[in-house]
């Protein structure tokens, strides 16, 4: 009990020294490692049970070798790559929006730091620390998350233009 207090006191204390926008940022990069998480849980369980169907339906049918059935064969491949991209869209745009809220955090820490000198009317590095240390705390999250998420997505996309291509190999037409 007292580990998660220490941890809870960690988390408000990192929060306060980088400013409201380091919460912005930690609720961004939660929401979207969520979702690079579904893709992941997805890829490993729900996308083999949807490629088994499409299989299923393709080697029920009977004519495979017409236009029609190409067309046919296109609209499922495209039915399975589509559900395994998902939400993969969303996730390149938040890991793009993490450095930008970074960039924002930036802005109001120094935003902070004139705020001080004006009041001050000194360049007194005591008084300045805190608008400091805003300025840079929530530019290093938004950097670590845009990285993280570079990576995930990265690594999602690929894998699906992978999975892709082992569909359209396995759903074959045939030619007369």
């Not at 006191?9 to 020294?17: G, L, P, S, W, Y």
């Not at 399975?80 to 930008?100: D, H, R, T, Y």
């Not at 970074?102 to 007194?124: K, Q, R």
Request: proline share 2%; with cysteine; net charge positive.
């Amino acid at each position: 009990m007292l580990f998660l207090i220490e941890f809870n006191n960690a988390i408000r204390d990192f929060i306060e020294a980088g400013g409201q926008v380091l919460l912005v940022i930690g609720i961004l990069i939660f929401s979207m490692w969520l979702m690079i998480l579904e893709r992941i849980f997805y890829y490993l369980k729900g996308h083999r049970a949807r490629v088994k169907d499409t299989l299923k339906r393709w080697q029920q049918r009977e004519d495979k070798s017409s236009w029609n059935a190409e067309q046919i064969r296109q609209a499922m491949i495209s039915r399975v790559s589509l559900a395994l991209g998902g939400n993969l869209p969303v996730i390149k745009a938040l890991v793009a929006l993490c450095p930008l809220l970074g960039l924002m955090g930036t802005v109001t820490g120094m935003i902070e730091v004139f705020d001080v000198m004006a009041v001050t009317g000194t360049g007194s590095a005591r008084s300045m620390a805190s608008g400091v240390s805003k300025a840079t705390i929530p530019t290093m999250a938004g950097m670590v998350g845009a990285l993280s998420g570079v990576f995930a997505a990265t690594w999602l996309q690929r894998t699906t233009r992978r999975e892709r291509m082992k569909l359209e190999d396995k759903i074959l037409l045939e030619r007369h």
